[in-house]
């Protein structure tokens, strides 16, 4: 028999298959999409392939076909239908075949490749046997010295249960790192993690469907008529915060699953909480598949085998569970579908809602998205009828929507309050402690962390291999670098000028949460910051304490935006909003105003009515006018307008070539090589500017220069700019890496 191999390499421009012999005995395991080892090329490593095609009658070709060596699967994940889809990804974001293949595989199927020494096939996970304090203080105190321990060990506080190949990988460190820590009793290393078993810890009573409202009657009937047709729709869902999506998603998958076939539901990974999954759950018994990163590798892949065997009939999960293997299709929710969790940050990069489109469209499916904030691109598909739209305007369970006031900060500068707490927001804070109401204070701030500065000379303390500030911890005086775990120990004199006078700088959760205890000092207050939230579910086990004990205050970054109703929740305070409204990219207002919209919409959620104060010096903001008017069209209108007046997504498409690699020069020039190319006879059909570095301009000694370039994007220009990339692909060095976003959302 013969395969039609497409083989795993790193090369840009091999996107060929080429042909192997299956030898007779292997035979009978031969199929569609299994992975197989393969010698390729002169070395004598075997190469991992992926078999696209089997052919039994051939011509016998002119040169002697070399055999596969074995089976890297049990059974196929990939096939026919997922060959087309990777190919169309390939096309779209310019990558090889392969790399969107790997997207199809089950989570922890690592390419041979990459981990030579390594059996991956088994689990082997490294985990924290000692708290973060004793490992700072162990840091601190430096029983612990090496600086490979403390690569290690920094990394895995904020990075817990991680695959051993992963670490070696990612952190460029041999194994024996691992077995010293090991030994020194740090981490241990597990085959299986603990983890909550999702469904098997779930001991929940059933529930019936609710007698929807009837806003929630009219989205039902009408996406359940597409449903029947079996044909391809995508439909919105823009609800109000507390409208009932989730009920609606409910009943649709209910008459999908009564019509014999199948839905997958995505979430942002933040929300993809027990109390999520018990939703479904408890309407829909064991019938479903978790896709969580928390669970362990095996326990994903054994969901990606419950759901190949056809034994599900529901698939839950974030963004990369759009790619199980579910047959008949017939509906796709993506909740919350503003979420920028929904946008691949790694390579391929790739837009979730464009792969479910071009999913449910193959599967002749529906897609539904939903949000209170859609994203501005998907609102104009809708009211241009490209999208189905449907409105829910008011909460159900008689709850109503939050009163929203802004608060003019110049107000209590006149009345000289230096506080980040206004007197007014005092005032109402006072009354829900006396009422036994709780408070969120949420503080807007895009970088949460705190630096450290010189006093003297206003030196930044950056990390060494990034060009980032390194965020302080304050109570261990230890700096770490969250982009690569570099880790400097108590910094007590500035680099630059020697001077001692080095303060922290920004560290706003804290210094709120320590003026508010000043304001109060009998209240229980919980803060959510980067800081508290270090370990895994630590996020979780707060929102848990909060909801369940007996705190007043809640404070916290945009971490509290998502999450759970919290019924005793009557009075959210959004504190530092001058900041957000800063723009610095053209998506920096949609995420402003979603991001205040959904704060906003944790108070009141249910019988007892929500306040929402807002402070801000800037009340005529067209952004904080609409959040406080509760009215996501009124942001709509204006930002569409500003949009088309400068020439950007939904009016026109960007695309971004990043290119990326340890030597700058070669990074540069590589640059410069794909700007010239796409340059050449471009007759106006696009604009592409020069390149440039991005924000941060290196991470972890890879520096990076971006290629911008605006169309309206059409095959014809997609076609002509695929061979320019070809031929960038045999021009550049070789040792840059080129990943291609089309309409990032960060520039
Ligand atoms: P959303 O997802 O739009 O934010 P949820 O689905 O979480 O809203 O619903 C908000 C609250 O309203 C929940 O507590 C839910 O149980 C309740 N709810 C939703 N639909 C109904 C209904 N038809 N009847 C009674 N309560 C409902
Ligand atoms: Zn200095
Ligand atoms: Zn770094």
């Known amino acids: ?22 030898p007779e005995e292997l035979e009978p395991e031969a199929e569609i999409g299994k992975r197989v080892e393969v010698s390729f090329g002169r070395g004598k490593e075997l190469t991992e392939g992926i078999i696209v095609k089997l052919e039994t009658e051939y011509e016998e070709p002119k040169y002697k076909l070399k055999p596969i060596e074995s089976f890297l699967d049990d059974i196929s994940y990939i096939d026919e239908k997922r060959l087309k889809l990777a190919k169309y990804i390939s096309y779209v974001y310019f990558c090889n075949v392969y790399d969107a293949l790997k997207l199809m595989l089950p989570p922890g199927t690592k390419s041979k490749n990459s981990s030579k020494s390594l059996d991956t096939r088994k689990d082997k996970r490294v985990i924290l046997i000692k708290s973060h304090d004793d490992i700072m203080q162990d840091i601190e105190a430096n029983v612990v010295k090496s600086a490979k321990q403390i690569q290690l060990l920094s990394f895995l506080m904020y990075n817990d249960n991680v695959l051993i190949s992963d670490i070696i990988e990612g952190l460029g460190i041999s194994r024996s790192v691992i077995s010293t820590a090991q030994k020194n009793g740090y981490v241990d290393i597990v085959e299986c993690e603990k983890q909550v078993d999702f469904l098997k810890d779930l001991n929940v009573e059933r ?18 008529g597409y449903i029947y047709d079996e044909e391809y729709k995508q439909c919105l869902i823009h609800g109000v915060t507390g409208s009932g999506k989730t009920e609606v998603y409910l009943q649709l998958i209910e008459n999908v699953l009564n019509q014999g076939r199948r839905a997958i539901v995505l979430v942002p990974e933040i929300s993809l909480t027990y109390q999520t999954v018990e939703r479904f759950v408890s309407r829909f018994g064991n019938n479903i598949a978790i896709l969580h990163s928390k669970m362990t590798v095996s326990q994903r892949k054994d969901e990606y085998k419950r759901i190949k065997r056809g034994e599900v009939d529901i698939v839950i999960g974030a963004r990369s569970a759009i790619f199980a293997p579910v047959e008949d299709l017939g509906l796709v929710i993506i ?9 691949s940050q790694t390579k391929p990069k790739y837009s979730t809602k464009d792969i479910a489109a071009y999913i449910c469209k193959e599967a002749g499916a529906v897609l539904v998205l939903g949000s209170a904030t859609p994203e501005i691109n998907t609102y104009n598909k809708a009211i241009n009828g490209q999208i189905e739209l449907f409105e829910m305007k008011n909460r159900a369970a008689d709850a109503k929507l939050p009163s929203i006031e802004l608060v003019n900060l110049r107000d209590d500068r006149i009345m000289g309050n230096t506080s980040s707490i206004s007197l007014k927001l005092k005032a109402a804070i006072e009354e829900n402690i006396k009422n036994h109401e709780q408070t969120m204070l949420f503080l807007n701030k895009r970088g949460y962390n705190s630096y450290l500065t010189c006093k003297q000379c206003g030196y930044v303390f950056n990390c060494p291999n990034c060009d980032v500030a390194m965020t302080y911890h304050k109570t261990n005086n230890l700096l770490l670098c969250h982009y690569c775990s570099h880790v400097e ?3 007590s004199i500035c680099p630059k000028c020697g001077s001692e006078e080095i303060s922290s700088y920004n560290l706003g959760t804290e210094k709120l949460e320590e003026e508010l205890k000043e304001m109060f000092p009998n209240i229980s207050v919980l803060r959510m910051d980067a800081d508290t939230t270090v370990a895994r579910d630590s996020q979780a086990k707060i929102l848990d304490e909060f909801k369940n004990e007996d705190v007043d205050v809640l404070i916290g970054t945009q971490m509290i935006s998502k999450g759970h109703d919290m019924p005793n929740v009557t009075l959210v305070g959004i504190i530092g909003t001058d900041s957000l409204l800063a723009m610095n990219d053209f998506c920096a207002s949609e995420r ?16 007892k009515e929500g306040r929402v104060l807002i402070q801000t010096s800037d009340t ?45 020069y070669d990074v540069k020039q590589n640059a410069q090589i794909l700007y010239s190319l796409l340059n050449e006879n471009n007759y106006n059909e696009y604009r592409v500017y020069s390149p440039k570095s991005p924000f941060i301009q290196r991470i972890n000694n890879r520096y990076r220069v971006n ?41």
């Not at 019936?208 to 009657?217: H, S």
């Not at 996501?632 to 950007?648: A, L, P, V």
């Not at 002509?720 to 960060?746: G, H, Q, R, W």
């Open 207 to 224: 529930t019936k469907a609710l007698t929807p409202t009837d806003e929630q009657k009219k989205v039902i009937a009408g996406i359940c």
């Open 335 to 343: 909740d919350e579908e503003h979420d920028t969790s929904y946008y």
């Open 489 to 491: 120990k108590n910094v």
């Open 592 to 607: 402003a105003f979603s991001n205040i919209y959904q704060v906003s919409g944790r108070a009141g959620r249910s019988t």
């Open 707 to 747: 290629v911008m370039l605006k169309a309206k994007l059409n095959t014809k220009i997609y076609s002509s700019i695929y061979e320019k990339i070809k031929i960038y692909n045999s021009k550049a060095k070789n040792n840059t890496n080129l990943i291609v976003t089309k309409n990032p959302t960060f520039i």
């Open 620 to 664: 005529d903001n067209y952004i904080l006018q609409a959040v406080e008017h509760n009215d996501y069209n009124e942001f709509f209108d204006k930002e569409i307008e500003y949009r088309k007046t400068f020439g950007y997504p939904p009016f026109i498409d960007i695309l971004l070539f990043e290119i990326s690699g340890q030597n700058l």
């Open 1 to 22: 028999m013969l395969a039609k191999i497409l083989i795993n390499t790193s090369v840009n421009s091999l996107n060929k298959v080429y042909d192997y012999l299956i």
